[in-house]
């Protein structure tokens, strides 16, 4: 049986040892803080999920019945909390452990990773892995754009941000509208504060219920096709909602479908925008002390910025050059699993299909599952399995992506690891060039 290292205890880690260790595997997961459960700690107090509680779970682990549909942050942190309890997880957990470096052990002529990899955390030397499964998320290193001049205000990113209290002033400029722009600005605007929120493109908005439940719930809509479930959603949302001119100040999408741009899934947002508690505006042109300068001509002053504008991919563990990517984004097969230019590396979450999130780690350890199995079959040095990925599909760059599409790159992937069970020879890492 394989040694495997796993690095973060935040979902995707937890869903990656409770898949390995039933194997048999020797698994060791390193956690940086001294909790599971990752940015669910630390997120903003008004988080809710934003998909129903009954699509939104571990397998064969239900969130609690008595929890509404969409569960709110210190729900969802104590139903994951109870997952690693009720599967016995933290055993296999190394707490306030932080992965410094991880590299790929010399392998003479063989791919890059083939002879494992060595695993240096802040307690030392942890000897050498035949896996390196990595689950440290992609919600943790926060992007902030850089804007010319100087903010002489509150100014904090929205990983920062926990409640009102953070602010300073009355006047507050959120920037960004995805998922937890429009959460703060709304946030802001329930507590009676002047919310301002920055939306540079048009974002298609849509409702969290459709007919009174979750819109993952709504029994009919499965049965149409992505393409056609796009539409109804997009028609429904016309009908709940209305387009984007009548809210003052929203741009139109660019894309005319859901798959073919920016979806966020709010309508409170707009339901403050027309009682007059938020207001949009374009993007930032700079900075003069507490007076920010649009776009379109105009300027306001704020007393707080708060930045909802996304993370960076952030591996700091692995060498910068290692792989292939732009951006600080690895290239990857496999539904986002394997990595391009680099042996038994696997990563588990680092891929966001637009839908429920936590059963995705399930579905990619699984698969990790069995590209160990055929790593262990193909002899010691395993066989050029990314490498056969890298040449049989498309590689993605994409961390939000479609879920249908995302679901078809897993059938691709599947349908390949059982060609390979059948005839692995072709590609074992000792004749396969890198």
Same mark, same amino acid.
């Given at each position: 049986?394989?040694?495997?290292? %796993?690095? @973060?205890?935040?979902?995707?880690?937890?869903?990656?040892?409770?898949?390995?260790?039933?194997? /048999?595997?020797?698994? $060791?997961?390193?956690?940086?803080?001294?909790?599971? /459960?990752g940015h669910w700690h630390t997120d903003y107090e008004a988080l809710h999920l934003i998909t129903a509680r009954d699509a939104t779970h571990f397998e064969d682990f239900p969130m609690p019945a008595d929890y509404p549909h969409f569960p709110r942050r210190d729900q969802v942190r104590r139903y994951i909390e109870s997952y690693a309890d009720?599967?016995?997880?933290?055993?296999?957990?190394?707490? #306030?452990?932080?992965?410094?470096?991880?590299?790929?052990?010399?392998?003479?002529?063989?791919?890059?990773?083939?002879?494992?990899?060595?695993?240096?955390? #802040?307690?030392?030397?942890? @000897?050498?892995?035949?896996?390196?499964?990595?689950?440290?998320?992609?919600?943790?290193?926060?992007?902030?754009?850089?804007?010319?001049?100087? +903010?002489?205000?509150?100014? *904090?990113?929205?990983? $920062?941000?926990?409640?009102?209290?953070?602010?300073?002033?009355?006047?507050?400029?959120?920037?960004?509208? @995805?998922?937890?722009?429009?959460?703060?600005?709304?946030?802001?605007?329930?507590? !009676?504060?002047?919310?301002?929120?920055?939306? !540079?493109?048009?974002?298609? +908005?849509?409702?969290?219920?459709?007919? /009174?439940?979750? !819109?993952?719930?709504?029994?009919?809509?499965?049965?149409?096709?992505?393409?056609?479930?796009?539409?109804?959603?997009? =028609? *429904?949302?016309?009908?709940?909602?209305?387009?984007?001119?009548?809210?003052?100040?929203?741009?139109?999408?660019?894309?005319?479908?859901?798959?073919? @741009?920016?979806?966020?899934?709010?309508?409170?947002?707009?339901?403050?925008?027309?009682?007059?508690?938020?207001?949009?505006?374009? /993007?930032?042109?700079?900075?003069?002390?507490?007076?920010?300068? +649009?776009?379109?001509?105009?300027?306001?002053?704020?007393? #707080?910025?708060?930045?909802?504008?996304?993370?960076?991919?952030? *591996?700091?563990?692995?060498?910068?050059?290692?792989?292939?990517?732009?951006?600080?984004?690895?290239?990857?097969?496999?539904?986002?699993?394997?990595?391009?230019?680099? $042996?038994?590396?696997?990563?588990?979450? =680092?891929?966001?299909?637009?839908?429920?999130? %936590?059963?995705?780690?399930?579905?990619?350890?699984?698969?990790?599952?069995?590209?160990?199995?055929?790593?262990?079959?193909?002899?010691? *040095?395993?066989?050029?399995?990314?490498?056969? +990925?890298?040449?049989?599909?498309?590689?993605?760059?994409?961390?939000?992506?479609?879920?249908?599409i995302w679901e078809e790159q897993m059938r691709d992937t599947e349908r390949l690891l059982r060609s390979l069970a059948a005839t692995p020879a072709p590609v074992a890492a000792g004749s396969a060039g890198n």
């Amino acid at each position: 049986m394989a040694r495997i290292c %796993i690095i @973060g205890a935040g979902a995707a880690g937890l869903s990656a040892i409770a898949q390995l260790r039933p194997a /048999g595997h020797d698994v $060791e997961c390193f956690e940086k803080t001294d909790r599971v /459960g990752g940015h669910w700690h630390t997120d903003y107090e008004a988080l809710h999920l934003i998909t129903a509680r009954d699509a939104t779970h571990f397998e064969d682990f239900p969130m609690p019945a008595d929890y509404p549909h969409f569960p709110r942050r210190d729900q969802v942190r104590r139903y994951i909390e109870s997952y690693a309890d009720h599967a016995d997880l933290r055993r296999s957990i190394a707490f #306030s452990t932080e992965v410094l470096s991880a590299e790929p052990v010399p392998a003479g002529d063989a791919p890059v990773g083939s002879a494992g990899w060595r695993v240096v955390t #802040s307690r030392g030397d942890e @000897g050498v892995f035949d896996a390196l499964v990595v689950a440290n998320g992609h919600l943790w290193s926060p992007r902030i754009p850089e804007v010319p001049g100087t +903010f002489t205000g509150t100014a *904090l990113h929205s990983s $920062e941000y926990d409640n009102v209290g953070d602010l300073e002033g009355n006047r507050v400029l959120v920037v960004g509208a @995805g998922n937890s722009g429009c959460d703060i600005a709304v946030d802001v605007a329930q507590h !009676r504060l002047e919310a301002d929120v920055v939306v !540079r493109k048009g974002i298609h +908005f849509q409702p969290k219920m459709y007919f /009174g439940v979750p !819109r993952q719930q709504v029994p009919w809509l499965s049965e149409y096709t992505a393409a056609e479930q796009d539409l109804l959603a997009r =028609l *429904l949302a016309k009908v709940a909602i209305g387009p984007n001119s009548a809210y003052p100040g929203l741009p139109e999408p660019e894309s005319h479908d859901l798959a073919g @741009g920016a979806t966020t899934v709010n309508d409170l947002l707009l339901y403050w925008i027309q009682h007059g508690r938020v207001t949009v505006r374009p /993007g930032i042109e700079r900075f003069d002390g507490k007076t920010v300068h +649009f776009s379109d001509g105009t300027s306001a002053e704020y007393d #707080s910025i708060v930045y909802a504008t996304g993370f960076d991919v952030a *591996l700091p563990f692995l060498d910068a050059d290692l792989l292939a990517g732009e951006a600080g984004v690895p290239r990857r097969y496999a539904g986002g699993i394997l990595p391009e230019g680099a $042996e038994k590396l696997y990563f588990v979450g =680092l891929i966001a299909p637009r839908g429920p999130q %936590i059963p995705i780690y399930g579905v990619q350890s699984k698969l990790v599952l069995d590209m160990i199995a055929l790593q262990e079959q193909a002899g010691p *040095l395993g066989m050029a399995l990314a490498n056969y +990925f890298s040449v049989m599909q498309e590689a993605e760059l994409r961390i939000d992506i479609v879920r249908a599409i995302w679901e078809e790159q897993m059938r691709d992937t599947e349908r390949l690891l059982r060609s390979l069970a059948a005839t692995p020879a072709p590609v074992a890492a000792g004749s396969a060039g890198n």
